[in-house]
């Protein structure tokens, strides 16, 4: 079992900045990838950024040039540096995790999700 606790959503004026922050903690072998997603009401999930293990990273066209993922791998915690926030990025942001557990059984975690809205 593994579990994804995340912190730092909240209210934040547009053009203001926030920083989330997920913690993978259980029975873990390896984290291949870790990943943030969001979700606004009435629309489906789709992923903001994602980091593999060796640094890779994937963003969204959307919040390029203004969101910054990163990831300690010793912490198994990955974070989302988001700047320059529009009210459109207003949404639950999930954390995601892709690995094997100490059986090396593959795993794919949500956490619970952090609400982030910015106002105009």
């Known amino acids: 079992q593994v579990q994804l606790v995340e912190s730092g959503g909240g209210l934040v004026q547009a053009g203001g900045s926030l920083r989330l922050s997920c913690a993978a903690s259980?029975?873990?072998?390896?984290?291949?990838?870790m990943g943030w997603y969001r979700q606004a009401p009435g629309k489906q999930r789709e992923l903001v950024a994602a980091?593999?293990?060796?640094?890779?990273?994937n963003y969204a066209d959307s919040v390029k040039g203004r969101f910054t993922i990163s990831r300690d791998n010793a912490k198994n915690t990955v974070y989302l540096q988001m700047n320059s926030l529009k009210p459109e990025d207003t949404a639950v942001y999930y954390c995601?995790?892709?690995?094997?557990?100490?059986?090396?059984?593959?795993?794919?975690?949500w956490g619970q999700g952090t609400q982030v809205t910015v106002s105009s």
């Open positions: 995601n995790a892709r690995g094997y557990g100490l059986g090396y059984n593959p795993f794919d975690y």
């Open positions: 259980g029975s873990i072998f390896s984290i291949n990838a």
């Open positions: 980091i593999t293990s060796g640094g890779s990273t």
